[in-house]
């Protein structure tokens, strides 16, 4: 099924433990950051992808993404 895919992006991320409106940014990292491994994969048609996300200690989430239209999205909240 990888095959199918390809990547777009691979790269060194930070990811934030907590909410991010409280959080100060600044160019030092900080104690509430952990730098993760991204990995996105997505398909030719650009209808769906594959997100991968490696932490430190080899602890691994994998995602599956479908890209919809906002059209469709909005099917989903009809009161909004």
Same mark, same amino acid.
């Given at each position: 099924?990888?095959?199918?895919?390809? @990547?777009?992006? *691979? !790269?060194?991320?930070?990811?934030?433990?907590?909410? &991010?409106?409280?959080?100060?940014?600044?160019?030092?990292?900080?104690? !509430?950051?952990? *730098?993760?491994?991204?990995?996105? %994969?997505?398909? &030719?048609?650009?209808?769906?992808?594959?997100?991968?996300?490696?932490?430190?200690?080899?602890?691994?989430?994998?995602?599956?993404?479908?890209? %919809? &239209?906002?059209?469709?999205?909005? @099917?989903?909240? &009809? *009161? *909004?």
């Amino acid at each position: 099924m990888a095959s199918l895919y390809r @990547e777009e992006y *691979a !790269q060194e991320v930070y990811r934030i433990s907590g909410d &991010p409106r409280t959080y100060a940014i600044g160019g030092a990292i900080s104690d !509430q950051e952990e *730098a993760v491994d991204f990995y996105r %994969l997505v398909s &030719p048609d650009r209808k769906s992808a594959i997100e991968v996300i490696v932490y430190e200690g080899g602890r691994t989430d994998v995602l599956f993404v479908s890209y %919809l &239209p906002t059209h469709k999205i909005e @099917e989903f909240f &009809p *009161a *909004a």
